[in-house]
């Protein structure tokens, strides 16, 4: 019999159909792929893109040459731009206001062909330098209210150039889906004086049947009320509200343990296209009329990252109810990744 499960932090309820039971094997589909003559994210090609914003380079070298390990720079066509200003304004019932935000994108090494699955653990520590970096720059603009950091690997996954990198974009209003993570994780702190998100934890680490990897850094799992099959959620064991407050030892900690959840998803899946969504503390700029706003973030919020294979699409039902289904439970999920030998992965 399938089963209905609540997601206490999402407040989405999904549908995990036990009776299809799903294997690893039942997803593995050939991918598509995109074919480029010259790729501008490559190495010796900097001319080719705006100018960069943010690189890591340990040779010295001058901005927008080689000699780069990590580079940011500004998307070529951005949904959002910097310059302007909001100018909120009704239109009858409606409310609008100017396409204000950033858009950037981190390119996460210099190789056309390395996957972040295949980047070495001190080079996936040096593309999370990037993105606390530019976290930490772009949430001194008072117009920003959220910025989100996500990645999509694969066409499917919705990459349009295959060489591996990660989009930032600031948005001037708090999306709905982070509002209602936000807004329940407050209201638990208010009943109990606890983290949502600790108490979870708490649960799975005692269960054991949906963990991953548990190396008492990082806590890699498949949600209990996971959407889709095979998602993947890492945070860290210690409470903390803000991914851009990680000291350089934790974003090491973080690069093994993502590497490791990368590899297990591409062995299990045979690299399955993907997104990889940072869900971390909004901007808690002072707003007019509202002095406490989201001002208990520090103690009742909880960062973590969700790793989601893009293996199956929603179709009529999903849309007309918002309800997810999941054709393999994420209890099954875990079992197949934590069964992966690392060693013929390397």
């Known amino acids: 019999m399938s089963e209905l499960r609540w997601d206490p932090l999402k407040k ?40 960069e914003i943010f690189a890591i380079r340990t040779d010295g070298s001058r901005p927008n040459t080689p000699g780069w390990k990590v580079r940011v720079i500004p998307n070529k066509y951005p ?15 409606y409310d609008a206001m100017n396409g204000i935000g950033a858009h950037e ?41 959220y910025i989100l950091l ?14 591996s990198h990660t989009q930032i974009i600031a948005v001037p209003i708090t999306p709905n889906l982070t509002a209602t993570e936000l807004s329940v994780c407050q209201e638990y702190y208010k009943k109990k004086e606890r983290c949502l998100f600790c108490d979870l934890l708490a649960q799975e680490r005692e269960d054991r049947r949906r963990i991953i990897r548990d190396d008492g850094n990082f806590v890699v799992f498949a949600p209990y009320a996971s959407r889709f099959p095979f998602e993947v959620r890492i945070a860290p064991a ?76 929603n179709a009529g039902f999903e849309w007309g109810t918002g309800f997810f289904m999941n054709s393999t439970p994420p209890e099954e999920a875990a079992r197949f990744m934590r069964a992966v030998d690392l060693s013929m992965s390397l």
């Open 12 to 51: 989405t309820w999904v549908i995990i159909t036990l009776e299809r039971g799903r294997r690893p094997r039942d997803f593995m589909n050939d991918r598509k792929q995109v074919n480029m003559t010259v790729c501008p994210f490559c190495y010796g090609r900097e001319d080719k893109t705006p100018r």
């Open 79 to 93: 949904v959002l731009r910097i310059e302007g200003e909001l100018e909120k304004r009704g239109v009858g019932i």
């Open 105 to 145: 994108v981190v390119i996460e090494t210099p190789d056309h062909d390395r996957s972040l699955a295949e980047l070495a653990p001190a080079e996936i520590t040096d593309v999370l330098k990037a993105y606390r970096a530019r976290l930490l720059d772009l949430r001194k603009d008072p117009r920003f209210r």
């Open 150 to 163: 996500f990645k999509n690997h694969g066409v499917e996954a919705g990459a349009a150039i295959p060489h």
């Open 238 to 313: 210690r409470h903390s509200h803000d991914f851009a407050l990680m000291a350089d030892h934790e974003l090491s900690a973080l690069a093994e343990a993502l590497k490791d959840a990368l590899l297990r998803m591409r062995s299990v899946l045979r690299d399955p296209p993907y997104n990889f969504l940072l869900h971390t503390s909004p901007l808690m700029h002072l707003r007019l009329g509202k002095p406490g706003y989201w001002g208990s973030i520090p103690y009742d919020f909880h960062w973590h990252i969700d790793l989601v294979p893009r293996l199956t699409n």
